[in-house]
């Protein structure tokens, strides 16, 4: 009955991600007494009551169990998870992890076992990330270079290999926004992360871009 509310009201529980300044132990230790903002309702844009907690396991280096926050929107009847910018969609490992993984072989056909290496995740893990980031380089490419324009920067020079040109326009775009706010846009995957919706690496990616 709920499900067919919210599709009828246009409102569907997604993920919000928090651009928190904790790391991933501060985040941990702070349990049940983190305080964590009441966000819009993504659906109707009002402001939402927290509805919870619910566990969810994060892989950085050891194996974490973190808290999350969900919010709910009593107009819209609809719950939403909110995700720390450290954390992905739908993936156990952090995304500074994933995203420094993915520049090691971006553009490198031989570079994955030392990556996975690196990145202490089995090879398959890796190539999975690479393999979906392949897939949506041309839509981030697209997003990020807007972005970096829309926070008064220039849109980049980019390699014409379609990983390299992904990375090149979030780092614009980052570079954009440090000028403009500092370093409270926090780390380069993070920012990355946040920009859409905690959805870097999943299937129904829906960057606030892709509607423009």
């Known amino acids: 009955m709920v499900a067919q509310e919210e599709a009828q009201k246009g409102c ?3 993920a919000i991600v928090w651009q928190t300044p904790l790391g991933v132990e501060q985040y941990v230790v702070s349990g049940r007494d983190l305080q ?3 966000f819009a309702c993504p659906g109707c844009k009002k402001p939402m009551n927290y509805w919870g907690w619910y566990d969810r396991y994060l892989r950085l280096g050891r194996s974490h169990v973190l808290l999350l926050r969900r919010q709910r929107c009593r107009g819209c009847a609809s719950s939403h998870a909110v995700l ?11 995304v500074g992890v994933i995203g420094a993984a ?13 990556a996975a290496r690196a990145a ?3 090879y398959t ?5 690479r393999r979906r980031f392949s897939e949506r380089a041309e839509l981030v490419t697209v997003g990020f270079v807007r972005a970096a324009v829309a926070l008064g920067g220039l849109a980049p020079r980019l390699s014409e290999n379609p990983e390299l040109a992904a990375i090149g326009a979030v780092r614009a775009a980052w570079n954009a926004a440090q000028r403009r706010w500092g370093t409270a846009v926090g780390a380069l995957w993070r ?3 946040a920009m859409v919706g905690g959805h870097l690496l999943s299937t129904n990616i ?3 871009w892709s509607t423009a």
Do not use: E, I, K
Request: charged share 15%; net charge positive.
């Open 12 to 14: 569907v529980p997604v």
């Open 36 to 38: 964590v903002p009441r």
């Open 84 to 94: 720390p910018s450290f954390m992905v969609h739908g993936r156990l490992d952090a």
């Open 102 to 114: 993915l520049q090691a072989v971006a553009g490198r056909g031989g570079a994955m076992a030392g």
């Open 120 to 122: 202490d995740v089995p």
């Open 125 to 129: 893990t890796l190539r999975g990330w």
């Open 191 to 193: 920012f990355a992360n």
């Open 206 to 208: 829906d960057p606030p």
